[in-house]
């Protein structure tokens, strides 16, 4: 995933494991200069890094915070509708 996109110019750091997708995030968050942070959600399937990204949508207006179905796609996916009401804690 982050391959392609440094080949469009936009810089990523690439993870193996959730313990690393954890310690980027918490590295990337320090930042005032990111207005977005793409993780796989092979990642987000991690408790607490899912805790985490919860909260910080909760406390943060930015950085936005997406997940993307990366090379494995996930067998939980959710709608559109779904994920922006989790996102926000609201039903629409």
Do not use: W
Request: positive net charge; glycine residues 8%; charged residues 25%.
């Amino acid at each position: 995933m982050i391959t392609g996109f440094r080949l469009v110019g936009v810089k990523g750091v690439e993870v193996t494991s959730a313990d690393e997708a954890q310690q980027a995030l918490n590295k990337v968050l320090t930042r005032n200069d990111v207005g977005i942070i793409i993780i796989s959600e092979e990642f987000l399937t991690n408790s607490s890094l899912s805790a985490e990204v919860d909260r910080v949508r909760q406390e943060k207006v930015t950085p936005l915070i997406v997940g993307i179905p990366g090379s494995r796609r996930s067998v939980n996916e959710m709608h559109l509708s779904a994920k922006i009401s989790k996102i926000l804690g609201i039903k629409i």
